[in-house]
């Protein structure tokens, strides 16, 4: 007894094999890990390497998240961040005054961005962030651009991140629209070239993939446009035929799968419906109907489809407008989308969020280590 | 002849002998015998369930040298109190399904189990429950530890834990900037 005692004094206590210390973080949530990173260089081994980053992040649970900006302090930027068991936390960045949006979210990474066009990648469980180089094109952008947006990916295979950016080409040109990549950790833009047909809404990724709407002339003559994350090779497909697209469409992501959601209905005529279509995954023709629902009657007159639709614990959240969100059991025999929250103070976006150690750099000292 | 097929009965007896036992026997790295059940071990362990229907359990004491008789006795006394508390099928299934399934809380009794080791006995505990393939105690085991670490910074953990920091001044700092963003709450 007394040897052991010694024993602690003199070595560290914590003399666990890295298979071992691997077992105990792989149990571990990631806000619990991200502060194991900076205890000392073998933990950090260990949290950084890809293959423990992507277990754990597939075992990680996915969270519904809310993102607003408090604009109560002017030095500081906020942001609020509210999971779907309604708590919320605050996270601020000293020295920065500008708003910021959230242009999509994928594996724990937020890709930020702001009216001046810069584009910020952060992890908010660690609290890490990279800051890109500007843009080639920086005319601003907007949470709602539909010509000038960015969009974070992932390659599972290459196990690479990157961020995608659409923007018009040099000489207006409304029938052509341009694209550079940058890969996390590259530090650089890369010009992929210009292509035919420009987006008419954001880009959604799915699975290593970029998908965009764009339309020439009729809603119905409209393209898919896939960038490929891996090859950044471009591809399209038709929209599935369809007796009438109605007002309008789009394209979100849900359950993994590529959806599009179209509004029917015609102005004077009965309530609005929102159906959704789902891609299968090995068959790029075959769209099935998955969900069918009724807008609420503030909705009567209106055309666009709700700018976030998530699929999260089995239901679909659907944000109309700013500060309202609505939910849908498919599960329950009513049609009606119920509201999920009561009404909150500030406007806010949604998106999935599953919380992870993914880093923003590529060799946190390992050199050092080895 | 007559004897060696009298030898030969006894030998086959002696074997069903061992065959019905309901223990097994194991031996830590310093010499020291535990009796354990072969049920609760095979339901608990794929390592030891491996060897029992391999049939490469000594009667005379499975050598585990890679276990201290603290971590072994610990074992032991988890597996036999795992037997007398949870009923098998609901056991079976939670162990078979792990990979997908979420993590369950520990019992009453596993927090109490894990609540009265010291640090030193619970992560030799997490190494021999690893060492033998016991998903359900590395669970309860991890919880704890995730129990210890949480809310806490990292000058905390290395506190609990008795670590090093063998992180350069430099270094920090230069993590730190990439830390842009901090939580309000910390």
New interface residues.
Partial sequence: MEQ?KAR?VEE??????D??LT??F????AR?LA????????WLSVLTDPHFIHEHLGRS?QKLLLFANDRVSDRLL?VVLADDIKSM??????AASRSVFVHNSCNGLLCLGDSTGAVEV?N?T?????MLPMPMYTAGSSQFSSCNWHCLGFCPKTREHKVVHFYPGAHIDSFKVRCEIYTIGAGFWRQVGSFRGAPTDRGVHVNGTVYYLTKFRYIASSRINCLNLETEKFDEMVLPPRKSYGGHCSLTELEGKLCLLVVDGVLEGPRRTLDILMLSSDDKQSWTPRYHFYLPWFMHSCYFTPKHTLFHDGKIWVQLLARNLYCFDPTSSSEELTIAWPELEFPFSTHTFIESIVP??KD??IK?IQ | MEVDKGKGEAEETRKVAEADRDTVTLKSSDGKLFEVSKEAAARLSTVLAGMIAGGSIDDNGTDLKQIGSEALENVVDYCNKHANSIPSAALISSSISFNTAPFKEPEEWERKFVDRLSHDALFDLVEAANFLGMERLLDVTCHKISEMMKGKSPDQIREVFNIKNDYTKEELEEIRQELAWAFYDD
Avoid: H, I, N
């Avoid at chain 1, 560290?12 to 094999?17: F, I, K, N, Q």
């Avoid at chain 1, 936390?89 to 000293?94: D, F, I």
């Avoid at chain 1, 660690?126 to 990279?130: M, V």
């Fill in positions: 052991k602690a560290p206590a914590w003399l666990m094999c298979d071992a077992e105990v792989r149990r571990l949530p619990a502060a194991c990173r900076l205890v000392c260089k073998s649970q906020t936390y605050q996270l601020w960045r000293p952060l908010p660690t609290g890490e962030s990279l923003l750099r946190y000292f050092q």
